[in-house]
């Protein structure tokens, strides 16, 4: 499925997102090396042994990444003009190698653009769960998103 124009984006919209991901020791040490994050939790498997949580967790800032990954094919794929922000971001839980994580997103608001035509803003709130049903991230993000082409600001959507 390609991702959606504004129009489709209403307030209200819920998507559970089919691609889930199990996450690895490999994308938890290489995210923090291109990162250049040293944090000893993440990379160090004999310190993280002697933490409370007994073993390596993955890079917050991965699982933030996979959840906004995981939402691009029902949502902005190919209609994205660009990311304005992300807010709320919260991690409750951890996230460990071998945890598969899926994802739901729920469109929050949407607005025309004041100052381009053909484009409109929304706020999608998306949950990041592992397989237990835990939820380990959230956030909610502002997204500049392309109008459907031959649509004019004066449809419903654009309240």
């Known amino acids: 499925m390609a991702g959606l124009?504004?129009?489709e984006l209403v307030p209200g919209l819920k998507i559970r997102h089919p691609i889930t991901r199990s996450v690895?020791?490999?994308?938890?040490v290489?995210?923090?090396?291109?990162?250049?994050?040293?944090?000893p939790l993440h990379i160090d498997f004999d310190f993280a042994a002697k933490s409370e949580w007994g073993r390596p967790l993955v890079n917050?800032?991965?699982?933030l990444g996979l959840m906004i990954g995981l939402s691009v094919g029902e949502t902005t794929l190919g209609t994205l003009i660009g990311n304005l922000g992300m807010t709320d971001v919260k991690f409750p839980a951890?996230?460990?190698q071998g945890d598969t994580i899926r994802v739901?997103?729920?469109v929050v608001l949407a607005r025309a653009?004041?100052?381009?035509?053909?484009a409109g803003i929304v706020e999608f709130h998306h949950r990041a769960f592992k397989q237990d049903g835990t939820l380990v991230a959230e956030c909610r993000r502002q997204a500049f998103m392309m109008r459907r082409p031959n649509d004019g600001p004066t449809d419903s959507a654009s309240g």
Request: charged share 25%; no cysteine; glycine share 0%.
């Open 5 to 7: 124009y504004f129009e």
């Open 30 to 39: 290489l995210f923090s090396s291109l990162t250049y994050n040293p944090q």
């Open 94 to 96: 951890p996230v460990f």
């Open 104 to 106: 739901e997103s729920e």
């Open 24 to 28: 690895t020791e490999m994308d938890n």
């Open 113 to 118: 653009s004041k100052s381009r035509p053909d």
């Open 60 to 63: 917050s800032m991965f699982t």
